[in-house]
């Protein structure tokens, strides 16, 4: 009566009576005597059980499906157990979900993946279960204001938009590039920024007509904005949304070339995927994950990028021609080296007002950059 | 630069969008107007969307066939109708508590059924280029229109015809009007009702069936967005009638199209407010032909909205 942790990882769907509610109701059965036994005793059983938390669907060929494969990963690994949940609004749910990974399955290590997890869910359950690590993706951790028990992580994915804006440079002839956005957070900014300035390296007439949906996953009105930019004269797309599927589709319906986000869509178009900023959530999870199994503290403020294999980039296409391999290569390998700047000076942004001076530079790890509120100039489109 | 169209570019976006967004708007209120005429309401009727996007994606991709998947579409969705009529016909029922129910069962196992097929590609329906003698792209774009918009246009048309002119129909209206008057006729309501709900149904599982096999083209869980919860809207909208049910989701569609075609010309403040442009329509014109002296035109006498 004291073991209620399922074996395997298992799916849930948010609709149903889901496996959890009803262990959930079996506990209760069970008396209080057993309940209150069972994190200890599932805790002692398990090496180490670590709960993943999407905020989507894991197979949506987009975010959630880059976080699923870093789990996977994990999963593969030697006395680590792993639970997973999908669909997790990033409201009260979330909470739920935390409370009964740590409580029903003994999970010690967890990454809620979606950015709304962060204020104030894992804020709020952090402080309460203090043996309980809060690793959460994309989040702005600072020690004065936050649990110690709580960690961010993200990788520089900017750097990735940029080389698909120099891939995209070399390929337009309309001079006219879109991007389907969709929240003005400084995560997309930024990405829109780097589309265009790595465009803009290759050919300085080149603009970037952006749209924002408004929401992470709306198929018929990222389809409408896609077509929108086509009709506007836009002959290479990306994206950031959470499935880039229906982008990818619709842009190459139409005839435009296309640069994949989060993860590789080649197999959605093959004759007109240029390349595609990838994540590399595999890496970044079995570190960690190594780091916590051989007793070591994981840092409160993780981030990586190209160089520490946080993120990679989609094999080039076909339609990239050699001046653009040329360059896509040499500036990926000096990102590499480190201490490439996307956002330099002279910079103003789309209203004039300068945001970098002659002379000044944002290296990708500059937390100034996580806060990014503009548009750069040559963007067409606006923050609100 | 060549085929800039500059701010022509928004009324064809409105109208491409009005032709490629409403096709599944259409449907659901289709069957929904069929529905409420038999003075049944079905709010599981975005359940049965998705369910039918769903399945026909899923039948699609294993048979290779994009028609097999609408057919499926169809007969899935007159199975949620079924069991919705079924139900409502029990006594001391309330339809629309069903519908609720209806709805979240339709989602829950189009999700649990779509999870192997978010990945895979299925072929998509074949679409008629009205646009072929233009030599501008964005018109043959816009003017590229699928079959079942079609198909829909001339569903509205019947059912206005065989609403007004044929028995079926007008049993059909007389069982929405007054199940007393039906009754004595020697008709057997619950029965016509079911029917109505089941008809409804597949006319649901057919928009479904648009949205994953031609626009936007593929099944994953956020492929409704509520489409369904505002077709059953626009029938009080649509007065009940048929081809007012075509002018709604054309209106619907194009209004929805206006925001990113704006965004596309350089009009990018405020982008929030253009997408709210289809609810505020809907609302103004609800206000607009209200009236506090009389009950709503057109509506079933049947209706528990109205009873």
């Not at chain 1, 409160?300 to 989609?314: E, T, Y």
């Not at chain 2, 399945?55 to 899935?76: E, F, K, Q, R, S």
Request: charged fraction near 15%; charge should be negative; include cysteine.
């Amino acid at each position: 009566m004291t073991v209620f942790r399922p074996a395997s990882p298992r799916l849930s769907s948010p609709s149903l009576l889901s496996r959890r509610d009803l262990l959930r109701g079996t506990a209760a059965l069970g008396g209080m005597a057993a309940l209150s036994a069972l994190p200890g005793a599932a805790r002692a059983q398990a090496g180490l059980t670590v709960g993943f938390i999407y905020v989507g669907p894991r197979d949506d060929f987009g975010y959630n499906q880059s976080h699923a494969i870093g789990a996977a990963a994990v999963k593969a690994m030697e006395g680590v157990t792993v639970v997973e949940e999908e669909n997790v609004p990033e409201t009260q749910d979330v909470q739920k979900s935390m409370e009964s990974m740590i409580n029903l399955d003994g999970a010690t290590l967890l990454f809620p993946t979606s950015f709304g997890y962060f204020d104030p869910h894992i804020l709020t359950l952090a402080p309460n279960n203090p043996d309980v690590r809060f690793q959460h993706c994309g989040g702005l951790w600072s020690a004065d204001k936050h649990p110690a028990n709580v960690g961010s992580y993200f990788g520089y994915i900017g750097m990735g938009q940029y080389l698909n804006g120099i891939a995209a440079g070399h390929v337009s002839v309309s001079k006219k590039i879109g991007f389907v956005a969709a929240k003005p957070i400084p995560q997309v900014l930024l990405n829109i920024n780097s589309f265009l300035l790595g465009a803009r390296s290759v050919d300085p007439t080149i603009t970037c007509q952006v749209i924002f949906t408004g929401e992470w996953s709306l198929a018929v009105k990222e389809a409408e904005a896609t077509n929108a930019l086509v009709d506007a004269g836009c002959d290479v797309i990306t994206c950031h949304v959470d499935g880039p599927k229906v982008v990818v589709e619709t842009a190459a319906g139409r005839g435009a070339f296309v640069c994949g986000y989060h993860a590789d869509q080649s197999s959605l178009a093959p004759e007109k995927y240029l390349t595609g900023a990838e994540w590399n959530w595999a890496k970044v999870y079995t570190d960690m994950v190594t780091a916590t199994l051989a007793g070591e503290a994981i840092p409160n403020f993780v981030r990586g990028g190209l160089a520490d294999g946080f993120i990679k980039m989609s094999p080039l296409g076909p339609a990239v021609p050699e001046a653009g391999r040329a360059q896509f290569e040499a500036v990926k390998a000096e990102i590499e080296k480190g201490g490439f700047s996307v956002i330099k000076g002279p910079l103003k942004d789309n209203q004039g007002n300068v945001v970098a001076a002659d002379g000044e530079a944002f290296l990708e790890t500059d937390p100034v950059l996580e806060g990014m509120g503009y548009l750069v100039e040559g963007v067409i489109g606006s923050t609100s | 630069m060549e085929n800039d169209l500059g701010w022509w570019a928004v009324p064809l976006a409105v109208l491409g969008g009005a032709i490629r967004v409403s096709t599944p708007i259409l449907f659901v209120s289709l069957g929904e107007m069929l529905t409420e005429r038999s003075g049944r309401i079905n709010l599981g009727l975005e359940g049965t969307l998705v369910f039918g996007a769903m399945a026909g994606y899923a039948t699609a991709v294993i048979t290779g066939d994009p028609w097999a998947g609408v057919l499926l579409a169809a007969l899935a969705g007159a199975v949620f109708g079924l069991v919705h009529g079924l139900i409502c016909s029990m006594a001391r029922v309330n339809d629309i508590a069903i519908g609720i129910a209806m709805m979240l069962l339709g989602t829950g196992l189009a999700f649990y059924f779509g999870k192997p097929f978010i990945q895979p590609v299925a072929p998509d329906l074949p679409s008629i280029p009205f646009g072929w003698w233009s030599e501008v792209p964005q018109v043959q774009a816009a003017l590229n229109v699928n079959v079942l918009f079609l198909a829909g246009i001339a569903a509205a048309l019947v059912l206005h015809w065989g609403l007004r002119s044929t028995r079926p129909g007008l049993i059909l209206r007389v069982v929405g009007d007054s199940t007393d008057a039906a009754r004595a006729m020697g008709l057997r309501p619950a029965v016509i009702r079911t029917m109505a709900t089941a008809l409804g149904g597949a006319f649901a599982g057919v928009g479904g069936a648009y949205l994953s096999l031609f626009y936007p083209g593929s099944w994953n869980e956020g492929i409704s967005s509520g489409q369904g919860l505002m077709a059953v809207a626009l029938v009080i909208f649509a007065r009940w009638q048929p081809v007012n049910c075509f002018w709604a989701a054309l209106l619907f569609g194009g209004a929805g199209a206006l925001g990113p075609a704006l965004q596309s010309v350089g009009v990018t403040e405020g982008y929030y407010l253009f997408y709210a442009a289809p609810y505020v329509l809907t609302l103004g014109v609800l206000i607009a032909t209200s009236s506090p002296n009389r009950a709503l035109a057109g509506a079933p006498g049947e209706l528990s909205i109205t009873k």
